[in-house]
C-alpha cells in the first residue's frame, strides 16, 4: 500500500479515485468512501502519518549500513527506561579501594581567610586522601654492564640475558607494552602517542621506531596468541561472530571465537567460511554458538546452537507477517523457554552442584 496523501485545498475533491490512487483495492476504497468524508480524511491522514514517521524512522538507509556511518540526525531516538538508575537501597557500595599513602603533608593557616584575624588554635584535625600521577615524569635511562665469559664446556662466550628489553631494542618493555596498548586496545593514533610520550612523559619517540617494537612484540607474544587459539578450538561450547573491521583504510574483517576463559581474534580480508575452515580445520567437536550467517554452515560441528537474542530478534520479526493463533501459541511458548534459560544461566554460580 502506498503512503504518499496528495495534499489538497479542497476536501470536495475526496472520492474513491483518491482511495484508489493511494493503493485500496475498488471494494475497500467503496467501503470506507461510503462511510463519508470525515472517514475518508482520517483515512488519509493516518497514512500521511505512516508515511512521515517512516521517512524519520527509516530514512531509506539499508539495514546494512553501520551506525557510526548513519548521521546523527537521521538516527532514531532511543526512549529513556523508566528504571531507576542507580543500585538497589541497601545494595553494597561500589568504589575505589583507598589507596596506599606514600606522603604526607600538613596544611595549616595562622589568619582568618575571609577577615585577616589572627587564629586561635584548636585540636581540629580533618584529612584527606588525593591520588595523582606525579608532577614530572622523567624517562629512567639504565646503563647495563653485561659481563661475557667463556664456557668451556660449550667452548664459546656467553652473557646474561637482560630481561628489561627485546633483543638489540633501545625502547624499554614497559614503554613498548604501554605504547601498544594505546593503539591497538585503545585506538590511539601513532601520532597522538608519540604527542603523549613526548610532552607528558618527556620520552622522544619516532612513530618509524614504535612500530618496529611493535612488530618485535607481535613476535614474542605469538606462541601466546596460537595458544589461546588451540584453547578455544578445544573447547566444549564456542561462541562465534564476526564484524567489520578496518585496515589501511581498507575493510577487512574481525572475526572473534570466544568461550568462558579465552577470546580468539583473526583479522582476514573475507567473510567467507574459509577463514573457518582454516581455523576450524573443517570440524569442530563441540557446541558452535552463533547467528544466522550461511558461512558458519560449513563447519561440520557435533552440535549447533542459534545465539538466543537472534532467535528472539526472529521471532519478533515473524510475528509482523504471521498473526495466526498457532505460530503466536509457539513463539509464546519458545520465547517463554528462553528467557527461562538465560535467568537460569545467570543464576548458575548461585546454584549448588545438585541443583545444576
Given amino acids: 500500500m502506498k503512503t504518499d496523501f496528495p495534499i489538497t485545498s479542497d476536501i470536495n475533491t475526496l472520492d474513491v479515485a483518491t482511495l484508489l490512487q493511494n493503493g485500496f483495492n475498488k471494494e475497500t476504497a467503496e467501503a470506507i468512501y461510503a462511510q463519508g468524508k470525515e472517514v475518508v480524511i482520517f483515512t488519509l491522514l493516518q497514512l500521511a502519518a505512516l508515511a512521515l514517521h517512516n521517512n524519520i524512522t527509516n530514512n531509506n538507509i539499508p539495514i546494512t549500513t553501520p551506525s557510526a556511518n548513519i548521521p546523527v540526525y537521521q538516527k532514531t531516538t532511543i526512549k529513556k527506561r523508566n528504571k531507576k538508575p542507580g543500585a538497589k537501597i ?39 586522601l588525593i591520588e595523582d600521577i606525579p608532577d614530572t615524569i622523567i624517562p629512567e635511562v639504565t646503563e647495563h654492564t653485561i659481563h661475557r665469559d667463556y664456557c668451556p664446556q660449550c667452548k664459546k662466550i656467553v652473557e646474561p640475558v637482560v630481561p628489561d628489553a627485546m633483543p638489540k631494542a633501545k625502547i624499554g618493555n614497559r614503554t613498548v607494552v604501554l605504547s601498544a596498548f594505546l593503539h591497538y586496545c585503545v585506538g590511539t593514533a601513532i601520532s597522538q602517542i608519540i604527542v603523549i610520550f613526548n610532552a607528558h612523559f618527556h620520552f622522544k619517540l619516532t612513530a618509524g621506531g614504535l612500530v618496529d617494537s611493535w612488530h618485535n612484540l607481535a613476535l614474542v607474544l605469538k606462541p601466546w596468541y596460537d595458544a589461546i587459539g588451540e584453547i578455544a578450538k578445544a573447547s566444549a561450547v564456542l561462541h562465534a561472530d564476526e564484524t567489520g573491521w578496518r585496515v589501511n583504510g581498507k575493510t577487512y574483517w574481525l572475526w572473534c571465537f570466544s568461550n568462558q ?92 552442584a545438585s541443583q545444576r
Fill in 90 to 128: 541497601g545494595h553494597k557500595g561500589h568504589r575505589r579501594p583507598t589507596p596506599a599513602i606514600n606522603r604526607h603533608e600538613t596544611h595549616r593557616i595562622t589568619h582568618c581567610p575571609d577577615c585577616n584575624t589572627k587564629l586561635n588554635k584548636r585540636n581540629l584535625v580533618r584529612t584527606r
Fill in 261 to 352: 576463559y579465552v577470546t580468539y581474534y583473526i583479522i582476514d580480508r573475507s567473510r567467507a567460511s574459509p577463514v573457518l575452515l582454516r581455523f576450524l580445520k573443517h570440524s569442530f567437536a563441540g557446541v558452535l554458538v552463533t547467528d544466522f550467517y550461511g558461512a558458519y554452515n560449513a563447519v561440520v560441528c557435533a552440535y549447533k546452537q542459534r545465539c538466543l537474542v537472534h532467535l528472539l530478534r526472529e521471532l519478533k520479526k515473524v510475528s509482523q507477517s504471521n498473526n495466526s493463533s498457532d505460530w503466536l501459541l509457539f513463539s509464546q511458548r519458545l520465547k517463554r523457554l528462553l528467557r527461562d534459560a538465560m535467568r537460569l544461566r545467570g543464576t548458575k554460580n548461585s546454584m549448588s
